[in-house]
């Protein structure tokens, strides 16, 4: 079964620390893909990882995947309330254009 | 570019009538995708088209619903007829298709509402 588990599911944390996102994916692929997802909004693409080892950074988030592993990792540095938001990862299996979701990881960021 | 465009923006109809949604791509890109999402089953993908032509419906819930591409700027759902539990909001998505990175675009989405 092709299938996507992300954990935690809901985060609370407060601004300036610091947190991981995982994503474990149930088969091989070297195509992962993170999306932010504000309330009510639509989803806005952050991060595609093309290869094992692969590590890609924007302001507070940085990206990394490891394909042996099947998992990838979302990272947050010291987090502002504007992070605030859904993230969701989803692969990419091979031979086909479709994206297999994760259920998403709240994200609250509070003062 | 003006990104994936869908319309309506909102829907609200009642049950047992036909819904139309619209979905016009981002110029250039070969692959279009619909995607359905609630709180209680997350974002679910129903269809996608690749050069025009169905490549996976198998997340096409039942037969009341259908979906087309009569060109590689237009493509449509329809739901006929609407229940209640059709509700939901629909994301069209679109991508150039291409192996090594398919990253998709996302449309607004359409928030439908089924009294």
């Known amino acids: 079964e092709l299938k996507v588990e992300q954990n935690p599911l809901f985060l609370s944390m407060q601004e300036g620390k610091n947190y991981t996102i995982y994503c474990n994916y149930s088969?091989?692929?070297?195509?992962l893909y993170w999306y932010r997802q504000d309330p009510g909004k639509s989803l806005e693409s952050l991060f595609v990882?093309?290869?094992?080892?692969a590590v890609k950074q924007e302001g507070r988030l940085m990206a990394s995947l490891d394909t042996k592993a099947r998992l990838s990792t979302l990272h947050i540095t010291a987090a502002v309330h504007d992070l605030s938001a859904t993230y969701f990862c989803a692969f990419s299996t091979y031979n086909t254009d479709k994206l297999i979701f994760g259920t998403g990881t709240r994200l609250q960021v509070f003062p | 570019d003006a990104g994936v465009i869908q319309s309506p923006r909102h829907e609200v109809t009642e049950m047992g009538q036909e819904v139309t949604l619209r979905c016009k791509p981002i110029s250039g890109h070969n692959s279009l995708f619909w995607y359905r999402q609630t709180m209680m089953r997350g974002l679910e993908l129903l269809i996608y088209?690749?050069?025009?032509?169905?490549?996976?419906d198998s997340g096409m819930p039942e037969d009341r619903f259908s979906a087309k591409m009569p060109n590689a700027s237009f493509s449509t759902l329809k739901i006929q007829p609407s229940e209640p539990r059709d509700s939901a909001v629909y994301f069209c998505?679109?991508?150039?298709?291409?192996?090594?990175?398919?990253?998709?675009?996302f449309g607004p989405g359409t928030r439908l509402t089924v009294l």
């Open positions: 088969t091989t692929s070297d195509r």
């Open positions: 990882l093309l290869s094992n080892g």
């Open positions: 998505a679109s991508s150039l298709g291409l192996e090594g990175s398919d990253t998709q675009y």
């Open positions: 088209f690749n050069n025009n032509v169905p490549i996976d």
